[in-house]
Every structure is written in structure tokens, then in C-alpha cells.
């Protein structure tokens, strides 16, 4: 089965600065990769996300970045807010079908110093 | 609109005893997930439906067992609950499977003592 690779599992930075997440996965097969945002005490929101036909996408501050020859993809985050502080999580799936499961990442605790 | 509850938030078990997790969902989603949460491990899925009246197993489906009798329902039960499954137990649902945005639950906190 899949098994996805998370670093680090625990990133500060001062505000203002940019923070980057990195996993890698094992299924050559997944062509889904979402991020997920989990603050305390509540359950994981997609962020962003990114298909296998696309290397890179961007929303706003946030952007993925997606390399299928490596089986890596990463999160960057730009001028980093306090209110970005969080766990996040990174996910692969297979293709589109009711069988594939999605498989998670161990988390990064990120913190953002003011 | 509420998206998706679990019911309860917290509950502590003594070993050996059953109980049961409610999901609910009024988004009309056709796939419905279970996963727990431990540290440092992430989301693991414990079982999943595609849709109403179906069930499947996940990466660690062991000594649960789920239902789902109506679309917007998905149902965890812990027949004999053991220290093991003290975890914070999450739902989600989604429209059309592992591709599409997943929405969770706020979490249910288990505690088996």
C-alpha cells in the first residue's frame, strides 16, 4: 500500500518568514495530493490540493508544488501569519475510485513566532 | 448547515466495554470515513462506506465494526474496548471518493482505562 513521508515534524519561524513542508510517497499510482490544516481542537480543513497532471498550483499565500518523477511534493508558505500555526498534514491518494484509500503523513507542528 | 457531527466529543470506557460513535453529515455525501488519531502516526483509516448500506476495511480495521443503514449516518462501534483504542476518533465525508475534498468531524476523544 501507500506510505507517505512527512518532514519535518516540527518547524518554527518568525513571522513574516516562509515555511516549507516536504513528503514523499511510494505509490506511483496516486495522482491526488492534498494538504490539510488542523488547529487545536478541531478536525483537519483542506487547504490546498493538487492533481498529478499539474506540478505546481498557488493560492494566495499557499502553493504545492508536486515533482511524480521523485514522488515528492511540497507545501510552501509565504509570509507566515500567527494564525497559521497548526498542525499540517499531507495526504496521497490513487486514482478516482471507491477502492483507493487516502493516506496520511505524520504531521508537522508549525509555529510562527511573533 | 452543519457539515458533519460526531457525537460524543469525549467519553472514557473501562476496558472491555462496547460502545458506539455517531456520525452525521447533511451535506449529502456518498462516502463516509472513520480514522483515528494518534500522535505522531497521523490519520489512520479504519473503515469506510461508498454509500448506503455498504461498508469496507481500512488500514486498521481491528476490533471495530461500522454501519451505515442511512446515507447521512456512519456508525463506529468497539465491541470490547482495550487501552489500544484510546485515541481521538474522527469522521469524514466526501462527494465522490479519496480524490474529491474530504470534511471532518470535530473529533471524538476516547479514553479506555
Known amino acids: 500500500g501507500e506510505n507517505v513521508e512527512q518532514h519535518p515534524s516540527t518547524l518554527s519561524v518568525q513571522e513574516g518568514d516562509s515555511a516549507v513542508i516536504k513528503c514523499t510517497y511510494s505509490?506511483?499510482?496516486?495522482?491526488?495530493f492534498p494538504w490539510y490544516k488542523q488547529e487545536l481542537g478541531k478536525g483537519p480543513q483542506l487547504i490546498i490540493d493538487?492533481?498529478?497532471?499539474?506540478g505546481e498550483k498557488k493560492d494566495q499565500r499557499i502553493a504545492v508544488t508536486l515533482n511524480k518523477t521523485a514522488k515528492h511534493f511540497s507545501l510552501h508558505i509565504t509570509e507566515t501569519q500567527p494564525e497559521d500555526s497548526a498542525v499540517y498534514f499531507c495526504?496521497?491518494?490513487?486514482?478516482?475510485?471507491?477502492?483507493?484509500?487516502?493516506?496520511f503523513g505524520s504531521g508537522t507542528q508549525l509555529t510562527v513566532l511573533p | 448547515n452543519a457539515g458533519v457531527t460526531q457525537t460524543p466529543k469525549f467519553r472514557v470506557l473501562k476496558t472491555g466495554q462496547s460502545m458506539t460513535l455517531l456520525c452525521a453529515q447533511d451535506?449529502?455525501?456518498?462516502?463516509m470515513y472513520w480514522y483515528r488519531q494518534d500522535p505522531g502516526m497521523g490519520l489512520r483509516l479504519i473503515h469506510y462506506?461508498?454509500?448506503?448500506?455498504?461498508?469496507a476495511k481500512g488500514e486498521v480495521p481491528d476490533g471495530y465494526n461500522v454501519s451505515r443503514l442511512k446515507k447521512q449516518n456512519f456508525l463506529l462501534g468497539l465491541e470490547s474496548a482495550a487501552p489500544s483504542q484510546t485515541s481521538v476518533y474522527f469522521c469524514?465525508?466526501?462527494?465522490?471518493?479519496?480524490?474529491?475534498?474530504?470534511?471532518f468531524g470535530q473529533g471524538t476523544r476516547l479514553t479506555v482505562v
Open positions: 469524514a465525508s466526501s462527494e465522490q471518493g479519496v480524490s474529491t475534498e474530504a470534511f
Open positions: 505509490d506511483s499510482a496516486s495522482n491526488y
Open positions: 493538487i492533481r498529478s497532471n499539474v
Open positions: 495526504a496521497a491518494s490513487g486514482s478516482s475510485g471507491s477502492a483507493r484509500q487516502l493516506t
Open positions: 451535506m449529502n455525501h456518498e462516502y
Open positions: 462506506s461508498v454509500g448506503e448500506g455498504t461498508t
